[in-house]
């Protein structure tokens, strides 16, 4: 019965990538099918058509791996951009001269040759910390990704190599930290998977006078050797007190 719908399983994201291609394809009107891989998961992409050997924008879309293009017959550029990369440079890939028809259908599809990682950060508690990851050519100053997370495990594609990685711990105030993981190689087989811990230490703190008697008091505490570098301060009674400290 046509009336009724028709069910797909999907039990992956890779499963229901291909479910929802099915279904398009089976009710969208297209000549142009294009598919964005990495390893065998759809990548999200900025899609853009130009008319073959021209700037000339034709289309642009937000697609999630797999996309359709009901185009006019003719040639066709077609830039595909992986613009949520946290690289400096955004991986891409062009089509140069794709020839369409009116009526025919012309199946495309592009593979990124990135490897995957996935990061996580934690505070002493355990709790997701806000945290900017940085990532540095090994052994050089130079800065070829970044991105801020909340903490929660995040999954990434990058162009493989050999990476110096950076987790700052951006909050709470008073509470940044730094962890470095240098030298990590990643590869299209081997990915790379990090969760960062960031520990702290208490200090106790009581005042008293030289004839010990107790004193409620001030306390500024600065990175050694840099004293302006305040990580925290603030107030303790007489009974004193204890603080938190990377």
Known sequence: DSSKGVFLLARNKEELASALDEALRSTVPYNLRLKVLVGGTPLPT???VYKAGTQEMIEKKQSFGIE???LKGGAYDILVQYTESAEETK???ILKGVELTEQGKVEQEIRFDLASMTLSA???KGEPAQTQYVFYKAGKEKKVASFNSDGEE???FMAPGAYDLIANRIAPEGQ???LKEPNI???????FIKHFAFQ???LILKGQTSQKQAVAMIYQVAKAGTPDAVIAKGQVEASGGKIELP
């Open 154 to 156: 995040t999954t990434l």
């Open 122 to 124: 934690r505070d002493a």
């Open 200 to 202: 702290t230490g208490t």
């Open 176 to 178: 940044e930290m730094t």
């Open 91 to 93: 991986p891409s890939k």
């Open 68 to 70: 359709l293009f009901r």
């Open 185 to 191: 190689q990643i590869t299209t087989e081997q990915g």
């Open 46 to 48: 900025t899609v853009t």
